[in-house]
């Protein structure tokens, strides 16, 4: 995608939290779908979100899309011995009637190439590739760069 | 490059291996992010709060020094003496200016140390630190390394981890008792 439709999509942000909207597909839902703000383009993003599998077959998510990146992977974050790497992550299972997060710590969507650097404030769309229940797409907040989660009142902390 | 971990081979290392030196025995000099070097004898008489990272790290690190601010919070001005480093594990990137503008986005106690190769590995072997560099396509890299934080008493005495997925709820005691 090319900068003038990059632009267009992040000025698209509202004010209310898009990390609060709930978006379904099949029987997922996914919803907090949130970032941090980067220094500069030249450093990775970060993608959290939280999916629930309310119906009874497992599920996976086996990628994401995004303009605001050229080279977005998913990785989890392992400590092992104390030493922290990020492997990339070739798919994430959502089994069936449960939950799953990417957030700190843990799963992740890792925005390489950013073709912006993410402001606090702003908001841009990720697409998620579901093994069987196919794609959603999902507008994700930037926090800032110290930020937890996004403030929702329904907030499954 | 390798992993500085590795420049022990024996397979039982001495407990004194594996413990972070006092920071009196220590003897890298680093730069802060406002340029000014920093060395561990500067250190002394305070209370100790250091962790590994490094500014091109999106996850562990950013939700590292979120933590570790909300913890300076819940400890206020008792934590004023305390000294809160992170150290860059890539200062090939970290030069100070990016540190500076790493560390405003988080409280402003915690300082931000680079320096010249050589010298991080000393720091690195001193507090008992291993740190890899990953290559990812395109001739990106990213940059394993130990999470934990690590913190000493005010005479320079190593007393704890807080590692990466403990409780969180038991990081401010452990801090507390070091500040005393
Ligand atoms: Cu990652």
Redesign the pocket.
């Known amino acids: 995608m090319n900068h003038f439709l990059l632009a267009a999509a992040l000025t698209l942000s509202a004010p209310a939290a898009m990390a609060c909207e709930t978006v379904a597909i099949g029987d997922l839902t996914v919803e907090h779908a949130w970032s941090k703000a980067t220094i500069g383009a030249g450093r990775?993003g970060?993608f959290y979100v939280e999916i629930t599998n309310t119906g009874s077959t497992d599920d996976a998510l086996v990628g994401i899309a995004t303009p605001a990146a050229g080279m977005p992977m998913l990785?989890e974050?392992v400590v092992q011995d104390g030493i922290a790497s990020?492997p990339h992550a070739m798919s994430i299972p959502v089994p069936a009637g449960q939950s799953v997060q990417l957030s700190p710590g843990g799963y992740?969507g890792?925005l390489m190439g950013l073709t912006t650097a993410l402001k606090e404030g702003d908001s841009f769309p990720v697409t998620l590739t579901f093994e069987k229940a196919g794609e959603v797409t999902v507008n994700v907040d930037v926090l800032s760069l110290r930020a937890e989660g996004p403030d929702c009142a329904d907030a499954g902390q | 490059m390798l992993g500085v971990g590795a420049y022990r081979t024996r397979n039982r290392p001495a407990l004194s291996e594996v413990l972070p030196l006092p920071i009196g025995e220590m003897s890298w000099a680093l730069t802060d992010h406002r340029d000014q070097s920093v060395r561990p004898t500067d250190w002394a008489g305070h209370p100790v709060m250091v962790f590994f990272g490094f500014t091109w790290c999106?996850?562990v690190c950013p939700t590292t020094l979120s933590d570790i601010s909300l913890w300076l919070e819940d400890l206020g001005a008792d934590a004023n003496r305390l000294i809160v480093a992170l150290i860059s594990v890539d200062p090939e990137r970290d030069t100070p200016a990016v540190l500076a503008d790493y560390v405003s986005s988080f409280d402003p106690r915690i300082i931000g140390l680079t320096g010249p190769a050589d010298e991080v590995a000393k720091a690195a072997a001193d507090f008992r630190v291993t740190y890899r560099r990953v290559d990812k396509d395109g001739g990106d890299y990213?940059m394993d390394h130990t999470a934990g934080v690590f913190l000493f008493h005010p005479d320079g005495r190593f007393a704890s981890i807080i590692d990466f997925h403990e409780d969180r709820r038991f990081a401010v005691p452990k801090i507390r008792r070091t500040l005393s």
Do not use: E, G, R
Request: no cysteine.
């Open positions: 990775p970060v990785h974050t990020m992740h890792m | 999106p996850d990213t």
